[in-house]
């Protein structure tokens, strides 16, 4: 079954402090797709980024970056110079390919507050 | 940019009513979603929708859920008489068929049952 795994359920830093977000998955399939979401207060999701278990390169856009590593089953999340915007919650999960749908798995959230 | 709209965005109703939360996907897409979202937990899958047919349900989505493309625009869940724990945000989404692509999520409705 797959899984993933969000071992930080709050964090809280200073504005402009750089802060990386866990995310490990579990699956048996060897294509998959991981996402990450933000969820701001007001509730709706909001798509951030989306890997093919094929392209382990590390993507950057802005103050936001990526790390995926298959070794070790991780997709971890950085935000650099972080601001009061960013606080929300945030999301990775998994895709299950299911005749070409998207079941996506998530994992539980990290509530992640800046603080100014 | 094209969106999927749910409405309403908040609905309260009283334990035993049958509830419809409707979604308009984005209009080239052809897979839909709707998932769950009980208030501080994760987001839960409860179905996926292709071709008029469900592809793909979770032990979520026991007899009293049911789905329909009733048109060619509206994706509807109807619960057919609600419990205190279907209180919940509902979110619906959509796809296009290249799996490639990501699932656009609509803003959710927040279901209440009282």
């Known amino acids: 079954a797959q899984k993933v795994t969000q071992a930080q359920t709050e964090i809280s830093v200073v504005e402009k402090e750089d802060v990386t977000l866990d995310c490990v998955y579990e699956t048996r399939d060897t294509t998959y797709y991981l996402f990450w979401y933000k969820q701001p207060p007001s509730g709706e999701l909001v798509f951030l980024i989306r890997?093919?278990?094929?392209?382990?390169q590390n993507e950057i856009s802005g103050r936001y970056s990526w790390n995926f590593q298959k070794s070790t089953s991780s997709f971890n999340f950085t935000i650099t110079a972080s601001q009061v915007v960013d606080s929300a919650v945030y999301f990775c999960a998994l895709s299950d390919l299911i005749q070409g749908a998207q079941k996506l798995v998530f994992g539980q959230g990290t509530r992640l507050t800046i603080n100014p | 940019e094209p969106e999927v709209t749910q409405t309403p965005s908040h609905q309260v109703t009283q334990m035993g009513q049958e509830v419809i939360l409707r979604c308009v996907p984005i209009s080239n897409h052809l897979y839909f979603y709707w998932y769950r979202q009980i208030l501080g937990q994760k987001v839960e899958f409860l179905v996926s929708?292709?071709?008029?047919?469900?592809?793909?349900k979770s032990e979520i989505f026991d007899d009293q859920f049911s789905v329909e493309r009733p048109d060619g625009s509206n994706f509807t869940l109807k619960i057919r008489s609600t419990k205190l724990e279907d209180s919940a945000m509902y979110f619906c989404?959509?796809?296009?068929?290249?799996?490639?692509?990501?699932?656009?999520f609509g803003q959710g409705t927040r279901l209440t049952v009282v």
């Open positions: 890997r093919n278990s094929f392209d382990e």
């Open positions: 989404a959509s796809s296009r068929e290249d799996p490639n692509t990501e699932a656009f």
């Open positions: 929708f292709y071709n008029n047919e469900i592809s793909e």
